[in-house]
């Protein structure tokens, strides 16, 4: 009798073991949640990416440092004449230090009457300068005082 009993549940386990193959019962992927990896898969990947990445090169801001004006135009007058003194730079310089090849003299901090007195009289004819008269025949009085004033401010200290 015992070996009957034996005999069934070795074949009910047999039986058991071969149909466990074509069991249908629901298939469930709870625990396997596919967005919550591709999320972190993609996280890697960024990181990844982040470290692979060429560091990008910091470029210097370079300043530019526009030279502000020689003289601090702080009136109309100095305007005025550093307008009117853009025709002279081409001899004079740009700030008044001459040129050897104009035979141009240094005019820049000169003082304020001299070079007043020596345009007038150069404009009246007084004192001859032909090169320089298309340049200032046609200058008022006050075009004269301006340049003077602004002239004689340059900040030229003395030739080279
Ligand atoms: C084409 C070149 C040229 C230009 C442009 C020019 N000059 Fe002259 N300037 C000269 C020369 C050359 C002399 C020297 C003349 C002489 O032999 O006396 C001179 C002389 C002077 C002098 C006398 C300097 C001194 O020590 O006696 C003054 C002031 C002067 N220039 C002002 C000006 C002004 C202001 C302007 C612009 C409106 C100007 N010049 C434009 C060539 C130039």
Known sequence: MARLIYFLIFVS?????????????????????????????MKKKEEIEK???????????????????????????????HDLYKKCIVCHGKRGEGKAGQKAPAIGGQYEWYLNAQITNMQKGV???????????????????????????LPYMGRK
């Open 13 to 41: 386990g047999l039986v058991f073991i071969m149909n466990i193959s074509k069991y249908e019962g629901e298939v469930s992927n709870d625990k396997f949640d596919f967005d919550k990896t591709a999320e972190a898969n």
């Open 51 to 81: 470290l692979l990445a060429p560091k990008k090169e910091v470029k210097e801001k370079v300043k530019v440092v526009k030279a502000g004006p020689l003289v601090e135009l702080s009136t109309p007058q100095l305007q005025s004449g």
């Open 127 to 153: 004192r001859v300068n032909k090169v320089m008269m298309p340049y200032i025949s046609r200058l008022s009085e006050q075009d004269i005082s301006d340049l003077s004033a602004y002239i004689s401010k």
